[in-house]
């Protein structure tokens, strides 16, 4: 099974969210999850040891597991993270400029026909999904 797909359905049987994972110079394997009501220590101490008894079964190469939450600048990943978050702050990184720039912050109005659409200063920006390089929260204070 691939990771990504054993990730998401041993997290969504622990009942957390996975929003991202990557892996790390020196057999690093670093895991970011998520729930509605947020993660504390407890939560990463769980799913780490849950995990680490997981790969040993499923023979999953690693040498160090860190288990974390995505933080307040927590990344959108997912169609339904568009939806989720709609109304919120974000910064958008873009692979090739568009209107000149690589770089919008507005509110998220959502995601549609795989349009995402941001409101910058008033003005309503579409930009394509293929087109996005990273989508962050950007925490307001």
Known sequence: MELSALLESTLAGLGYELVTWERAGRGLLRIFIDKPEGITVDDCVTVSNHLTRLFAVENVAYDRLEVSSPGLDRPLTKAADFTRFAG??????????????????????????????????????????????????????
């Open 88 to 141: 919120q702050l974000v910064n958008v990184k873009l692979r090739v400029p568009q209107e000149g720039r690589k770089k919008f912050s507005g509110r998220l109005l959502g995601l549609e026909n795989d349009k995402l659409s941001l409101d910058v200063d008033g003005t309503v920006i579409l930009l394509d999904w293929n087109n996005l390089d990273s989508v962050r929260l950007k925490p307001e204070f």
